[in-house]
């Protein structure tokens, strides 16, 4: 079956300094991964996608993620953090079968320190 | 803003009672999922309808239950409400039933059970 794996629970970091969120998967196919940032109180908002080609990806807000297949991992960084990326992050996973769901990870709150 | 709705924003009820919640996809989405967060489980997935029809469907209790609608707004119908379904409840919309397509979420309807 499928999972998401987020191993760190919480993360606190200086602003500033670089960021590196874990994220392992266990996907039969092919993955189409994806991270989510959820703000306090807010909802869920895609900081970027991995559906094919190059596995280095970038997204919103400064954050890019590398997809790598032999250590089933999909890391997201960013090289400077601002106060403002305070925040829980999601990995998913999504399913191409008959419907589209998504498969979250267990979160990794992110603390930035000033 | 995600273009997603979710009402009511915050909803507390007593054990035993039933509850709708709604959410209106963005414009041109077709497919409606519905998640639910919660400490404990973390985010799940429920159901998912394209087009009016059930599509894919997660760990949703029996108590629990959805529809889409012609204007393809939906509904979340939770009835005999016990303690522990207290948690976030999102809605997610994307173009398409089926593939992975990126989806985006509302802000979640906060569901208290006292």
Known sequence: ?114 | DSGVTQTPKHLITATGQRVTLRCSPRSGDLSVYWYQQSLDQGLQFLIQYYNGEERAKGNILERFSAQQFPDLHSELNLSSLELGDSALYFCASSLTGSGVTEAFFGQGTRLTVV
């Open chain 1, 1 to 114: 079956a499928q999972s998401v794996t987020q191993p760190d629970i919480h993360i606190t970091v200086s602003e500033g300094a670089s960021l590196e969120l874990r994220c392992n998967y266990s996907y039969g196919a092919t993955p189409y991964l994806f991270w989510y940032v959820q703000s306090p109180g807010q909802g869920l908002q895609l900081l970027l996608k991995y559906f094919s080609g190059d596995t280095l990806v970038q997204g919103i807000k400064g954050f890019e993620a590398e997809f790598k297949r032999s250590q089933s991992s999909f890391n997201l960084r960013k090289p400077s953090v601002h106060w403002s990326d305070a925040a829980e992050y999601f990995c998913a996973v999504g399913h191409n079968n008959a419907g589209n769901m998504l498969t979250f990870g267990g979160g990794t709150r992110l603390m930035v320190k000033p």
